[in-house]
């Protein structure tokens, strides 16, 4: 059974940077995708990165675009995204997920079968 567990979350002041984490266990799949959604208060939850290996892809919401980065670590079951130049609006609970296809629509919730329990950020101003 797949499961995935975030860590890294934090209270940041605005400017500051963060690394969330996402680790894999039970996962068989030769490529996947792996991807960061962020859910805030009153709001729907939105993809914020994602990650295919098999073609080594990265995808960005326009609203991190320049400040986060999504990455593999050396263990292929380890996903990182680092968050620098954090805002108060980035303020959410951030959602590891992973399929093992390539995403049509990378930032649709649809296209993840696994999810992770979640990890708190907050940005303060």
């Known amino acids: 059974q797949v499961q995935l567990v975030e860590s890294g979350g934090g209270s940041v002041q605005a400017g500051g940077s963060l690394r969330l984490s996402c680790t894999a266990s039970?996962?068989?799949?030769?490529?996947?995708?792996m991807g960061w959604f962020r859910q805030a208060p009153g709001k729907q939850r939105e993809g914020v990165a994602a990650?295919?290996?098999?073609?080594?892809?990265?995808y960005f919401a326009d609203s991190v675009k320049g400040r986060f980065t999504i990455s593999r670590g050396n263990a292929k079951n380890t996903m990182y995204l680092q968050m620098n130049d954090l805002k108060p609006e980035d303020t959410a609970m951030y959602y590891c997920?992973?399929?093992?296809?390539?995403?049509?629509?990378?930032?649709?919730?649809?296209?993840?079968?696994?999810w992770g329990q979640g990890t708190q950020v907050t940005v303060s101003s």
């Open positions: 039970g996962y068989t799949y030769n490529s996947y995708c």
């Open positions: 997920a992973a399929d093992p296809l390539y995403p049509v629509s990378w930032s649709q919730e649809s296209e993840y079968k696994h």
């Open positions: 990650i295919y290996t098999g073609r080594d892809s990265t």
